[in-house]
């Protein structure tokens, strides 16, 4: 690469742009500015630096960058109270934890219907649960709650159609369930408005054509669906993603780093984690993807117990666990830091297959 040093520069008198918006203006250079993963070469004192690597900011100064306080703004659909709803023994129970301290769960209110299997998700201020199922019928119904309010849930609107082992995930505007079993296990993705009651409509399809019990997070902008199992009993590896602005089917995205079904997902809006599940037998394993970046899973760490049918949910900096194989048990990690789960506290009751989401 070739290096240009210039003593000075004289123009007219108007402004000349230049790349990473510098500009001179009456011989006065105003700004130096770089967006890029690397630590760029030959700056000047004051210059500044976004590392899109880790989303922080430097400033140049004495030959050195510094790592200013500034960090990324959290994604709008999570937030610091995390909420449990229902689950597989036909519990309308919905509970709540404060996810920045560690403690048992409080009583939050009760669901429409007594409900398991359903996909929660959120803006940050209204939680949907959406499908499940009840006294040996699937559902097609959504309940939303307030998030920061403690009190009952009210109908919302239905799903396209009836079906349990829903997932569900949120760019904040949006909520999207995805796979499931209906009549048959079921590709369907349907989404809603969160904001404006009614029912759901049709996104697309998953890319599997069988996908029940998969896990689910998102970012501001993908959707990703992982895992899940075929009526034959596959155990998938697939994790498929959507543009959640744009309607349409799933593509692939990469794969788990085994086949697992019964698992839950949740994410910081840059990292996915997915942990617990069945490979055939119950794991506590703890994977995790880049959203941004496809390509397949990496080992994160272990959950404090091999767990399956639990759920998740996270603020800006920990992913929470609950629940899952008759276990009351709640367990944390910090999202952008690879590790084993650390106990939360505990569950009012022991459930299976809850669903769960976030906000404030």
Same mark, same amino acid.
């Given at each position: 690469?070739?290096?240009?040093?210039?003593?000075?520069?004289?123009?007219?008198?108007?402004?000349?742009?230049?790349?990473?918006?510098?500009?001179?203006?009456?011989?006065?250079?105003?700004?130096?500015?770089?967006?890029?993963?690397?630590?760029?070469?030959?700056?000047?004192?004051?210059?500044?630096?976004?590392?899109?690597?880790?989303?922080?900011?430097?400033?140049?100064?004495?030959?050195?960058?510094?790592?200013?306080?500034?960090?990324?703004?959290?994604?709008?659909?999570?937030?610091?109270?995390?909420?449990?709803?229902?689950?597989?023994?036909?519990?309308?129970? *919905?509970? @709540?934890? =404060?996810?920045?301290?560690? &403690? /048992? +769960?409080?009583? $939050? #209110? %009760? !669901?429409?219907?007594?409900?398991?299997?359903?996909?929660?998700?959120?803006?940050?201020?209204?939680?949907?649960?959406?499908?499940?199922?009840?006294?040996?019928?699937?559902?097609?119904? *959504?309940? @939303?709650? =307030?998030?920061?309010?403690? &009190? /009952? +849930?009210?109908? $919302? #609107? %239905? !799903?396209?159609?009836?079906?349990?082992?829903?997932?569900?995930?949120?760019?904040?505007?949006?909520?999207?369930?995805?796979?499931?079993?209906?009549?048959?296990?079921?590709?369907?993705?349907?989404?809603?408005?969160?904001?404006?009651?009614?029912?759901?409509?049709?996104?697309?399809?998953?890319?599997?054509?069988?996908?029940?019990?998969?896990?689910?997070?998102?970012?501001?902008?993908?959707?990703?669906?992982?895992?899940?199992?075929?009526?034959?009993?596959?155990?998938?590896n697939v994790i498929d993603y959507i543009t959640i602005a744009t309607t349409g089917n799933a593509t692939d995205f990469g794969d788990l780093t085994a086949g697992r079904t019964n698992h839950a997902g949740c994410s910081d809006g840059v990292r996915g984690i997915f942990g617990g599940g069945s490979t055939g037998d119950t794991v506590n394993t703890i994977d995790y993807i880049t959203i941004a970046t496809t390509g397949?899973?990496?080992?994160?760490?272990?959950?404090?117990?091999?767990?399956?049918?639990?759920?998740?949910?996270?603020?800006?900096?920990?992913?929470?666990?609950?629940?899952?194989?008759?276990?009351?048990?709640?367990?944390?990690?910090?999202?952008?830091?690879?590790?084993?789960?650390?106990?939360?506290?505990?569950?009012?009751?022991?459930?299976?297959?809850?669903?769960?989401?976030?906000?404030?």
């Open positions: 690469m070739s290096t240009l040093k210039v003593d000075s520069i004289t123009n007219d008198g108007s402004a000349v742009d230049f790349t990473y918006n510098a500009k001179v203006s009456n011989g006065t250079l105003k700004k130096e500015y770089y967006e890029q993963g690397t630590e760029p070469a030959y700056p000047c004192d004051g210059a500044l630096w976004f590392n899109t690597s880790d989303d922080t900011f430097h400033i140049y100064a004495n030959n050195a960058w510094y790592a200013t306080t500034a960090s990324r703004p959290p994604p709008p659909f999570v937030g610091n109270r995390g909420i449990f709803a229902g689950g597989s023994f036909y519990y309308d129970v *919905i509970q @709540y934890i =404060t996810i920045t301290t560690a &403690g /048992n +769960a409080t009583d $939050f #209110g %009760d !669901l429409v219907n007594y409900n398991g299997y359903m996909g929660g998700c959120s803006n940050g201020s209204r939680g949907l649960f959406g499908g499940g199922y009840h006294a040996g019928s699937k559902l097609a119904t *959504i309940d @939303y709650i =307030t998030i920061a309010s403690t &009190g /009952n +849930a009210a109908d $919302f #609107g %239905d !799903l396209t159609e009836a079906r349990r082992n829903v997932s569900a995930c949120s760019d904040g505007t949006k909520g999207v369930f995805a796979g499931g079993q209906a009549s048959a296990h079921t590709p369907t993705i349907d989404y809603v408005t969160i904001a404006t009651l009614g029912n759901a409509i049709d996104f697309g399809d998953l890319t599997q054509a069988e996908p029940k019990a998969t896990a689910s997070c998102a970012s501001e902008v993908r959707g990703i669906f992982a895992g899940g199992n075929s009526s034959g009993g596959i155990k998938y397949n899973a990496i080992d994160f760490g272990d959950l404090t117990a091999n767990t399956a049918n639990l759920a998740a949910c996270a603020n800006a900096t920990r992913g929470v666990f609950g629940g899952g194989s008759s276990s009351d048990t709640i367990s944390y990690v910090i999202i952008q830091t690879a590790g084993n789960a650390t106990d939360f506290g505990n569950l009012l009751a022991a459930t299976s297959n809850p669903a769960a989401c976030s906000g404030d």
